[in-house]
T-cell receptor, first 113, second 118 residues
Framework: KQEVTQIPAALSVPEGENLVLNCSFT??????LQWFRQDPGKGLTSLLL?????REQTSGRLNASLDKSSGRSTLYIAASQPGDSATYLC????????????FGKGTKLSVKP | GAVVSQHPSRVICKSGTSVKIECRSL??????MFWYRQFPKKSLMLMAT?????????EQGVEKDKFLINHASLTLSTLTVTSAHPEDSSFYIC??????????????FGSGTRLTVV
């Protein structure tokens, strides 16, 4: 059974710092991996999607890496801003392109001005 | 493109009543809908997967008679929580996919519904 773990559960950093969020999964047979952002009481915003054949994806200040064989992904946020404060969720997709997502519990990020 | 509208965003209901949550795909045909729920400080958990025109497939431990899912059209799926109890209070969110592989940013999620049963 696939399990997704995110470390740390919470993180507080001063504005301007670079930071790394970690995600690990137990079954490397994934179709893709996705990072989301969730603001309190809100839905999910997709940040980056990495196909199983890819090693990384970049969007602006965000960079996500994937090491499928070791069951790990990282989300790197450069020059953090208070507006980055949110919960970041990692999810892996099984069962091909139509499969469901299995989520980690998330990392709650707080960026202090 | 690929917008999913979910409502209501918040609902408070009395124990024993039923609540319907709607999820609509606005600019694409959603052949598959996924319904998730999220308890505080817990992961999003898949409840069921529905394909248009077919009965939903429920995950283990999810009561299909309590959580009724209807996916009668390619743009609308509904989740009805029947005979709601306080322990059904949670955040419910849908995700929709069209035919073929997912778009570059993955499947689209609705904005979620916060259900509180009093």
């Amino acid at each position: 059974k696939q399990e997704v773990t995110q470390i740390p559960a919470a993180l507080s950093v001063p504005e301007g710092e670079n930071l790394v969020l970690n995600c690990s999964f137990t079954d490397s047979a994934i179709y893709n991996l996705q990072w989301f952002r969730q603001d309190p009481g809100k839905g999910l915003t997709s940040l980056l999607l990495i196909q199983s054949s890819q090693r990384e994806q970049t969007s602006g200040r965000l960079n996500a890496s994937l090491d499928k064989s070791s069951g790990r992904s990282t989300l790197y946020i450069a020059a953090s801003q208070p507006g980055d404060s949110a919960t970041y969720l990692c999810a892996v997709r099984h069962g091909g392109s139509q499969g469901n997502l299995i989520f980690g519990k998330g990392t709650k990020l707080s960026v202090k001005p | 493109g690929a917008v999913v509208s979910q409502h209501p965003s918040r609902v408070i209901c009395k124990s024993g009543t039923s609540v319907k949550i709607e999820c609509r795909s606005l600019d694409f045909q959603a052949t598959t809908m996924f319904w998730y729920r999220q308890f505080p400080k817990k992961s999003l958990m898949l409840m069921a997967t529905s394909n248009e025109g077919s009965k939903a497939t429920y995950e283990q431990g999810v009561e299909k008679d309590k959580f009724l899912i209807n996916h009668a059209s390619l743009t609308l799926s509904t989740l009805t929580v029947t005979s709601a109890h306080p322990e059904d209070s949670s955040f419910y969110i849908c995700s929709a996919s069209g035919p073929g592989p997912p778009p570059p940013h993955g499947y689209t999620f609705g904005s979620g519904t916060r259900l509180t049963v009093v």
